[in-house]
């Protein structure tokens, strides 16, 4: 058991719409990573907070963008929906020695 | 950037049939190297953490190893609840902050 929650577990949306995904933890973790992981394939890395501030980036356009709240909690939102942002979506808190510890997902269905 | 590439894609088992998952890395500089277990439609659920070629880690059935190029997870007379999909990843830094990279994963089915 991680403490790494997600909310919504899953969700349906149409092209063009809006997302957005939360992420919270039982303890502080100060760092929390987003990744995007497709049917079949390992996930992928979005972005990572620390601290509030968005601190790097994968390969990801600037409709994806994020929010770290002062409790750690966190979002990721993204904007203008497309059928290959279908995926389960994962936060991860950073742990010791860069160990990352997940969250159960969201997983977001497009049409 | 480093790359991960898991092998086999898929492996189906007997129950008790033993055998090796393979991950094979390119990193400019090793800081470790991560095993997950992912159940469908769930977060990957952490393993084990390698630091260093000879190292081994062990937990139940799985034994994971590492040399300088690759690592394994073997996995000793299985059972059908360690039917899941096995990810290996390397941490990697962007822009300041610490990511994983991961392989795509093997899957893993034990048949009782």
């Known amino acids: 058991e991680t403490g790494v929650t997600q909310s919504p577990t899953h969700l349906i949306k149409t092209r063009g719409q809006q997302v957005t995904l939360r992420c919270s933890s039982q303890?502080?973790?100060?760092?929390v990573s987003w990744y995007q992981q497709a049917l079949g394939q390992g996930p992928q890395f979005i972005f990572q907070?620390?601290?509030?501030?968005?601190?790097g980036r994968g390969n990801f356009p600037p409709r994806f963008s994020g929010l770290q709240f002062p409790n750690y909690s966190s979002e990721l939102n993204v904007n203008a929906l497309e059928l290959d942002d279908s995926a389960l979506y994962l936060c991860?808190?950073?742990?010791?020695?860069?160990?990352?510890?997940f969250g159960p997902g969201t997983r977001l269905l497009v049409l | 950037e480093d790359q991960v590439t898991q092998s086999p894609e898929a492996l189906r088992l007997q129950e008790g049939e033993s055998s090796s998952l393979n991950c094979s890395y390119t990193?400019?500089?090793?800081?470790?190297l991560f095993w997950y277990r992912q159940d469908p439609g769930k977060g990957p659920e952490f393993l084990f953490t390698?630091?260093?070629a000879g190292e081994e880690k062990e937990k139940e059935r799985l034994k994971a190893t590492l040399t300088k190029k690759e690592s394994f997870l073997h996995i000793t007379a299985p059972k059908p609840e360690d039917s899941a999909t096995y990810l290996c990843?390397?941490?990697?830094?962007?822009?300041?902050?610490?990511?994983?990279?991961f392989g795509q994963g093997t899957r893993l089915t034990i048949n009782p």
């Open positions: 990843a390397v941490p990697d830094i962007i822009q300041g902050a610490q990511k994983l990279v």
């Open positions: 390698l630091y260093s």
């Open positions: 907070y620390y601290r509030e501030e968005e601190n």
């Open positions: 991860a808190m950073q742990g010791v020695r860069e160990t990352q510890y």
């Open positions: 990193v400019s500089g090793l800081r470790g």
């Open positions: 303890s502080g973790h100060n760092t």
